[in-house]
């Protein structure tokens, strides 16, 4: 069969030969056994409703198995044969352009280049799913193959409910992840849940289909940490970061130390992981050696070079040593899962990786335990860098939060607020958030490199015009940027499909989106696919990250992303998602994200004009009322850009008053 007439066929009538266990491919630890005998016949009957009844005899055994040796049920035998990558739009099968455009966006998530566990759907974080299970991917990738311009898909957690009756200006894709109860959303729901087969964790851009590879977060980190050395009047140039985590979205770090221009440590326990970074040129070296770490980072800030290194081992060696051998940190920070601390986000220290996964699994009150005791250990050796000057952000992994739970001494004097600021309280959300900066991506959907070089040049054009007539307040942003889309072609960041990611605000969002849909309409370019991390302006609700710089007391309500998607979903998105957890782990964030085809039309400029304005505005507003300064000034300017916008603003009131 051809690749098109295999996702024609969704779900195959002929049982496909049952596929080995590739040990080869980086896959997740075993899932704690969590269900009951009565709760595992019932994930059991949810799994075979994808399938006649005439092969439930054969497939309950395997799939016993699975959620047996796994935790989960994956359905490996149903995994496709074709290779998993984004295509060129024209490849794939299909009556509407959008919804091969979707279908584009989900394989790419899913190519092996780009997806942290491939053969469990899982595309970052840990478990940041796409699907749940093969069967999920066959049906999606079947309705989008049949869809029609009057039609609707409807995600439920990966399960694709049906194609309904709509029209051509609705979304042509409506996702949900992990939208559960309130009172049902701690940690252990979900690992019941989503091994009954009924919810997921779509972390931000894995549920959502707009993951693009380590770019997304090399370019926020970037930024991160070229703000994290200006904030201590300090020049990257023979500055050392140290930081750990090189998974799907942790492994930018290195790259990004890179382009900022210090010396990155970036310590990783999963050997598997730390080469494939290694091989992808996402770090320059891997030393296994903590003394041999130790002499190569002297002789790199002795000739100030610009380096990557990745430590294969745990980090809290890494702060230990260096503070013994009195080598100074910088910057310091952690990007380990630890929304996900008890199932392989984050590994305690003196156990090996192996003897650690057992341990997860098999005795996991005990590998809590350790992780706990790692947490306490690590604080209290961030602790004594920072008291020789040492600048450590949460880079919003939920590191301190895990770290305050475990007892570990990370809180401030007043006993509320952590002794360390999230990378959004001091730098993101200030210097970027409140005035609308964002991070704003698209994807060429030819998989031409010569479109992407041409997109690089249109953007760099707007925002060289842009920055003439920018106001003081945000010439810094624009030129940050100008110096990353000038430089993107060199540093090499594609991974996967043809995408290229920066910050803009609305202004610059629609500017070279319309820029875009101009050459698209000229045939100078192939379609293209817009979208943004949920981690922006106003996608995501997270009071220990987005939105950690809102000091009114209203950090810990979810309107804004709420508002975010039912906002997008009639003013032009070709998709829209909503999900439970991302980043920050399962019921501590709700986020949203979007989706827009661009075709050179008429329609996609109104899209354009109207759903990105109010995209990146509905967050400003919402920071405007929290009274931040950055935020107050940028909607203002924004009413003054759009006379039909018209947004309340607070009033301050005078301290003195108290």
């Not at 057992?358 to 335990?369: D, G, H, Q, S």
């Not at 000229?522 to 379609?527: F, L, N, V």
């Amino acid at each position: 069969m051809t690749f098109q007439e295999q996702i024609q066929q969704g779900i195959p009538s002929q049982l496909p030969k049952p596929k080995p266990y590739e040990s080869a491919i980086n896959h997740p630890p075993k899932r704690k056994d969590i269900l009951s005998a009565e709760e595992k016949k019932l994930a059991l009957r949810n799994a075979l409703r994808y399938f006649e009844p005439q092969h439930h005899a054969e497939l309950i055994k395997e799939f016993a198995e699975e959620l047996n040796t796994y935790g989960r049920i994956y359905m490996y035998r149903f995994r496709p044969d074709y290779k998993m990558y984004a295509r060129p739009i024209s490849d794939y099968p299909g009556k509407c352009e959008q919804a091969k455009a979707i279908m584009l966006m989900i394989q790419n998530n899913l190519d092996y280049a780009v997806a942290q566990h491939p053969h469990e759907l899982i595309t970052y974080g840990g478990n940041g799913a796409v699907f749940q299970n093969w069967a999920q991917y066959l049906l999606t990738m079947q309705y989008l193959s049949e869809m029609t311009e009057g039609q609707t898909l409807t995600i439920y957690s990966g399960h694709p409910m049906g194609l309904f009756p709509s029209h051509k200006e609705a979304p042509r894709v409506v996702v949900t992840n992990g939208m559960v109860i309130p009172n049902y959303s701690k940690p252990d729901d979900w690992e019941k849940f989503n091994a009954l087969g009924v919810s997921q964790y779509g972390q931000m851009t894995a549920g959502s289909y707009m993951y693009i590879g380590p770019q997304g977060i090399v370019h926020g980190t970037t930024i991160t940490v070229l703000n994290g050395f200006r904030k201590i009047k300090t020049k990257p140039k023979g500055g050392l970061f140290v930081t750990s985590g090189l998974g799907g979205m942790s492994g930018a770090q290195p790259k990004a130390g890179n382009i900022a221009g210090c010396i990155t440590v970036c310590a990783e326990v999963n050997p598997k992981i730390t080469h494939i970074r290694h091989s992808q040129g996402w770090i320059n070296e891997v030393i296994e050696d903590i003394d041999e770490l130790v002499k190569r980072v002297a002789l790199a800030k002795a000739n100030k070079e610009i380096v990557s290194i990745g430590y294969l081992g745990n980090v809290v060696d890494v702060w230990e040593k260096f503070y013994d051998e009195n080598i100074y940190i910088d910057l310091g920070s952690d990007q380990t899962s630890l929304h996900n601390p008890w199932a392989g986000g984050y590994y305690p220290v003196d156990i090996s990786f192996e003897e650690a996964n057992k341990m997860m699994a098999n005795n996991p009150e005990l590998f809590k335990e350790k992780v706990q005791e790692t947490l306490r250990r690590h604080t209290t050796a961030i602790n004594k860098h920072t008291a020789n000057g040492t600048y450590f952000f949460d880079y919003g992994n939920a590191f301190l939060l895990e770290a305050s739970r475990a007892g570990a001494d990370v809180m401030a004097e007043n006993h509320v607020d952590f002794r360390y600021p999230s990378y959004v309280q001091d730098i993101m959300g200030p210097m970027c958030f409140d005035y609308g900066f964002g991070p704003f991506r698209w994807v060429c959907t030819s998989g031409n490199p010569d479109d992407l070089q041409k997109t690089d040049a249109i953007a760099c054009k707007v925002l060289e015009i842009m920055a003439k007539s920018a106001p003081a307040e945000i010439q810094q942003q624009m030129q940050d940027n100008i110096h990353w889309i000038k430089g993107a072609q060199e540093n090499k960041l594609v991974v996967g499909s043809q995408a290229r990611i920066l910050y803009a605000d609305a202004e610059g969002r629609m500017k070279i989106a319309g820029a875009f849909n101009q050459a698209i309409a000229k045939d100078e370019i192939g379609m293209v696919v817009l979208g943004r991390d949920h981690h922006d302006v106003s996608g995501t609700d997270s009071p220990y990250r987005e939105t950690s710089n809102i000091y009114d007391g209203s950090r810990f309500t979810a309107d804004m992303a709420i508002q975010n998607v039912i906002g997008d979903s009639f003013r032009g998105a070709t998709w829209v998602s909503i999900h439970n957890g991302g980043g920050v782990g399962w019921g501590e964030v709700i986020n949203g994200g979007f989706g827009m085809v661009l075709d050179g039309t008429k329609e996609a400029s109104k899209r354009i004009e109207s759903m990105l304005f109010w995209d990146v505005n509905n967050g400003i507003s919402r920071r405007s009322w929290a009274r931040n300064e950055g935020a107050i000034f940028a909607i203002k300017r924004a009413m003054e850009i759009q006379p039909l916008l018209k947004v309340t603003i607070p009033n301050i009131v005078d301290e003195h008053l108290f």
